[in-house]
């Protein structure tokens, strides 16, 4: 079963190396993240998966690398300066700051005709705040997303070194567009693929690593034929979405959904998100839009663009005529993957009941802890109601809910409460001997591929021997490490719960006939094997 709370993934993430909040030793910067040892290579493993499949498999794929700054014009011939904006009211009451068109579909049940029909309608008391139902709203006001810099050594107080951190990765490939078609002699179809960092000023950023203000984007710009826009556009949905399901994702967890009119971007004929069944719902992990002849159009010299230097179209050697490329965009989120990819490998199971009398003390506590969060004052009232409902369903569910127990014992928030402390004395010995958590993630993606221990530390053959084998995996291009520093058992749960899919260990009578035990994440299963197929074998199983 994939992972039923954020928690359960947070908490794991923060105690084995994969995420950490960022500027922690500062008190940290709300919503933003850090990826650790193990999170760095899980993170780089699906972008090089991605590309790998988007580029280096394909015949009609080019790669690219374009610069974060970028020249203001490309944002505003682009439409975002006018238009990446969210309407947002306030709520003079409970002091919520909710998406404006959102209240007004929810409530109207129909798409506002523009900002002045959301504000009529808040004028005439017309919608309420989803938090605390009071009418009384602020007029609506659009809120740029774009993060906006400066260039340069003096700060002129004017806008004329304005520049601004990319919000998507796209501009770079429509404005690079005639470079790559000249350097690479391309003809249509043809892509250009891009992996890098996007700056949003979110107004509701959360949920862990989902939505965030600094994230990472993989992205690809199809260049096709007007009229063969809608053939390429149904190619994509299934690439993607097949991508998703080779490297391990259950197909019940994935879905493909239209986006409908309302939704569209300024830009967009049509956009599919590919969704997946994250813990609070399904959300979208990538948007497969068709964006027609709009960008190549903007960024081209023309009445309505007098800054750029030329036109961004193409020459049809066959139709011996110039037209203008549609353009099918699949834009992934690197963030966002990496974490579905986490959710749907984690699994967690009771390998042993603990005793009744174990159970009930620790279920008294947690009673303990759920009745004083409710006591509390001055908690933000979600933080207080996510920690009530959390203990109070560990507590109904134990011994069961032992791996969600995990979660809360790691909860900052939680943390905050005294009793909390206790729970952990408690909590924290009865979990470590009774769970067991494995991330089955694809071995592709696993941080470490091997890991190779000697059954005894202090034997120096069975060490000098497990290291060198460890090299040998290294040199074969595997992320191979070796450790000793705890019971074969303990080292084989340790590794489990980071996901890496072969333990090798090397015992007496690997000294002998030159075979090692090894051991699979999955099946749990122990096979020997002669030393010198390891590395043959395991990396043909990676391929
Ligand atoms: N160029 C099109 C574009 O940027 P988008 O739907 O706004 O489209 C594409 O973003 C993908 O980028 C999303 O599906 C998501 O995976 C990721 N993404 C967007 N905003 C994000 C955020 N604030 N935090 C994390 N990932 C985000």
């Known amino acids: 079963m994939p992972a039923s709370s954020l928690e359960t993934i947070v908490s794991l993430c923060k105690r084995r190396g994969f995420v950490f909040p960022s500027s922690s030793v500062y008190g940290g910067l709300g919503s933003t993240w850090d990826y650790g040892p193990l999170g760095v290579e899980l993170k780089n493993n ?115 070194g304005l520049v601004y951190l990319r919000p998507e990765t796209a501009q770079g490939m429509f404005v690079n567009f005639g470079n790559v078609l000249d350097t690479m002699r391309r003809k249509l179809p043809f892509g250009i693929a891009q992996v890098g960092k996007a700056f949003r000023n979110e107004i509701t950023p959360g949920n862990f690593t989902f939505r965030t203000r600094e994230f990472e984007q993989m992205e690809i710009e199809y260049f096709v034929r007007p009229g063969e826009d809608e053939a390429a556009h149904e190619m994509w949905i299934a690439e993607r979405k097949k991508w998703y399901l080779d490297l391990g994702l259950r197909a019940e967890n994935l879905r493909v959904r239209e986006q409908e009119k309302h939704e569209l971007a300024h830009y967009a004929k049509r956009c599919v998100d590919l969704e997946y069944l994250f813990p609070m719902g399904w959300s979208e992990l990538e948007g497969i839009a068709n964006r027609t002849d709009f960008d190549l159009k903007a960024h081209s010299r023309s009445p309505g663009n007098p800054d750029a230097v030329g036109e961004l179209h193409y020459f049809d ?7 203008v490329p549609y353009v099918i965009e699949p834009s992934a989120g690197a963030d966002r993957g990496t974490l579905a990819f986490l959710c749907d490998a984690y699994e967690d199971s009771l390998v042993k009941e603990p005793a009744a009398e174990d159970t009930a003390k620790l279920r008294d506590l947690v009673e303990n802890f759920a009745r004083s969060v409710g006591r509390r004052e001055g908690m933000d009232v979600d933080v207080k109601q996510r920690l009530q409902a959390a203990a109070e369903t560990i507590a109904a569910g134990l011994p069961g809910t032992l791996p969600r127990l995990i979660g809360l014992m790691d909860d900052a928030e939680a943390g905050k409460i005294e009793v909390m402390k206790k729970v952990r004395g408690v909590g924290e010995k009865i979990a470590e001997e009774h769970t067991r958590t494995v991330l089955h993630l694809h071995p592709r993606l696993a941080p470490l591929t091997v890991a190779v221990f000697p059954l005894k530390r202090n034997e120096p053959r069975l060490v000098e021997l497990a290291r060198s084998i460890k090299r040998d995996l290294q040199r074969a291009g595997m992320r191979a490490v070796y450790d000793d520093t705890g019971a074969i058992g303990k080292l084989y749960r340790r590794q489990d719960e980071i996901g890496t899919p072969w333990c090798v260990t090397v015992d007496f009578q690997s000294l002998d006939d030159q075979t090692v035990t090894v051991r699979d994440r999955d099946t749990m299963q122990q096979e020997r094997a002669p030393l010198a197929e390891i590395g043959p074998t395991l990396s043909a199983r990676l391929r």
């Open 317 to 323: 050697q066959e139709q011996k005529k110039h037209y």
């Open 46 to 160: 699906v972008k090089r998966a991605w590309w790998r499949s988007v580029v280096h498999e394909r015949d009609d794929m080019e790669g690219l690398d374009a610069a974060i700054l970028m020249n203001r014009l490309v944002w505003k011939y682009s439409g975002h300066e006018a238009t990446f904006s969210d309407p947002m009211t306030d709520c003079r009451a409970c002091k919520a700051r909710p998406r404006a068109d959102h209240v007004f579909v929810a409530q109207k049940g129909r798409d506002p005709k523009g900002l002045v029909e959301i504000n009529a309608a808040i004028a005439a008391k017309e919608l309420s705040c989803p938090k605390c139902g009071s009418k009384d709203l602020t007029e609506a006001r659009p809120f740029n997303l774009m993060f906006r810099t400066s260039v340069g050594p003096v700060d002129t107080g004017d806008e004329s």
